[in-house]
């Protein structure tokens, strides 16, 4: 495993997490400010560091590179750690600045009126739209601005998704403010809905690409 491309996906998870929360705590409402804040930090994230590590900053993402031979086992392993710590270390110090109590309303949970089954079914889908984006523009075509759309992505699923699940999008986004706030409905939904929708998503971009001519197959799994 390479520690750079580690250390790489802990501070894009610990950006994202601490923008997320952060702006939470700091806006009280689910406006326009609660969207952007995780999303410019992921698109900047990835132009800044997607370099060292292809810029995952999600566990789910992470898991979408495994079942189509992106990562090893291994690596994917050594990733999914780095991102849980970095979920963690940002729910940490967003607790350090606003209080536990901030962090427990950053947790991502179904809305007052949603179920978790609604719930889990708005993870899948804004997931499965997020890595659609990321295998459109970073892994099969590489765009320059690969970071931009992603980051919108992420918005625009905040937009959509944060009354009914919150969404998380992302396994990281998730533990570490529940492990610091205490805040546990419905856990299990933000690692379900998130692997099947980045699963999904992998695997009907990896055939749709597979079948267009120009288009390279995955490159070796990376330690």
Do not use: K
Not at 169 to 185: D, F, K, Q, S
């Amino acid at each position: 495993m390479n520690p750079r491309a580690l250390l790489a996906e802990f501070l894009g998870v610990f950006t994202m997490c601490f923008a997320a929360i952060g702006s939470i705590a700091a806006n009280r409402d689910e406006g326009i400010a609660v969207a952007l804040a995780p999303g410019l930090a992921v698109g900047l994230l990835v132009v800044a560091v997607g370099a060292i590590s292809g810029a995952h900053f999600n566990p789910a993402v992470t898991f979408a590179m495994l079942i189509t031979g992106r990562i090893s086992p291994l690596g994917a392993t050594g990733y999914a750690v780095a991102q849980l710590l970095g979920g963690l270390a940002a729910a940490f110090f967003i607790g350090a600045l606003y209080g536990g109590s901030a962090v427990a309303e950053g947790t991502p949970a179904p809305g007052s009126n949603h179920s978790a089954v609604q719930a889990l079914m708005m993870e899948v889908f804004l997931t499965f739209f997020l890595v659609a984006v990321i295998f459109g523009s970073a892994v099969h075509n590489r765009y320059s601005f690969a970071g931009l759309v992603i980051g919108l992505a992420v918005a625009m699923g905040i937009l959509i998704g944060g009354p009914v699940s919150g969404a998380a999008m992302n396994p990281a986004r998730v533990l570490g403010p529940a492990l610091i706030g205490g805040e546990w409905a419905a856990h299990w939904v933000y690692w379900v809905g998130p692997l099947v929708g980045a699963g999904l998503a992998a695997l009907i971009y990896d055939y749709l690409y597979g079948q267009a001519p120009g288009h390279p197959q995955p490159a070796p799994a990376e330690e």
